[in-house]
């Protein structure tokens, strides 16, 4: 999901935007990650979000 509320899950790269969520496909079912900010020392920060997923998440959850 993006802040529009789109699930990002292109091969293609784009440079992610803060509150981009990504969906990671495991083999224990959908994980999601949200971008949060660019740090000038750390780089980019994500916030891993709790709990695994059977099903994909449509974007209104």
């Not at 496909?25 to 780089?43: C, E, L, M, W």
């Not at 979000?49 to 059977?54: E, K, T, W």
Request: charged content about 30%; cysteine-free; glycine content about 10%.
């Amino acid at each position: 999901m993006t802040e529009g509320g789109e699930i990002m899950s292109s091969p293609k790269r784009k440079r992610p935007k803060i509150g981009d969520v990504f969906e990671i496909k495991t083999p224990k079912g959908f994980a999601y990650v949200q971008y949060s900010i660019r740090h000038p020392d750390f780089g980019e920060i994500i916030r891993v979000l709790p709990g695994l997923y059977p099903d994909r998440l449509s974007p209104s959850e």
